[in-house]
């Protein structure tokens, strides 16, 4: 067993320069911005080539950096983040069907699941994507008993 207390901290994705314009910047902090609670960190932010957002924590970010030869992904490749409550996760599944509602071109939603593991835990999880190549699947951790 390590001893050490190692923690994910950034997530780094290449993406076309395009992307990363100003329309593309706004677009992405707006869905990002508005499910998530990611803020842009203005000082890192170069036209068409990085954009970096803080993930609730500045030892935890989504680092996007532009490429000739982007990232792609299956489908279902992701990175995942967690959320405390069920509250908590049923307000993310919201907003992120809202997105889905109003941009059903741009958004890729997989619809919310629990499955429980003898009978100690409710997993509770949904994956959405709006204009990179990962998904972000949400996840609650329910403990029972």
Not at 11 to 28: I, N, Q
Not at 39 to 58: G, N
Not at 82 to 103: G, P, T
Not at 112 to 122: C, I, N, Q, S, W
Request: aromatic fraction near 12%; proline fraction near 5%; charged fraction near 25%.
């Amino acid at each position: 067993r390590h001893e050490v207390a190692i923690r994910l901290n950034h997530v780094a994705l290449s993406v076309p320069a395009d992307l990363l314009d100003a329309d593309g910047r706004g677009a992405l902090a707006a869905f990002y911005g508005d499910v998530f609670g990611f803020e842009e960190y203005p000082e890192l932010t170069q036209d068409r080539q990085r954009l970096v957002f803080r993930a609730h924590s500045h030892e935890q970010f989504v680092f996007l950096i532009a490429d000739d030869e982007p990232m792609t992904a299956p489908r279902l490749d992701h990175f995942g983040i967690s959320v405390s409550s069920l509250a908590e996760f049923e307000e993310v599944a919201r907003r992120a069907a809202a997105w889905k509602a109003r941009e059903p071109g741009e958004v890729d939603l997989v619809e919310p699941t629990v499955e429980e593991y003898a009978g100690a835990l409710r997993l509770h999880s949904f994956y959405v994507r709006y204009r990179l190549p990962l998904m972000v699947e949400t996840q609650h951790f329910e403990y029972l008993g």
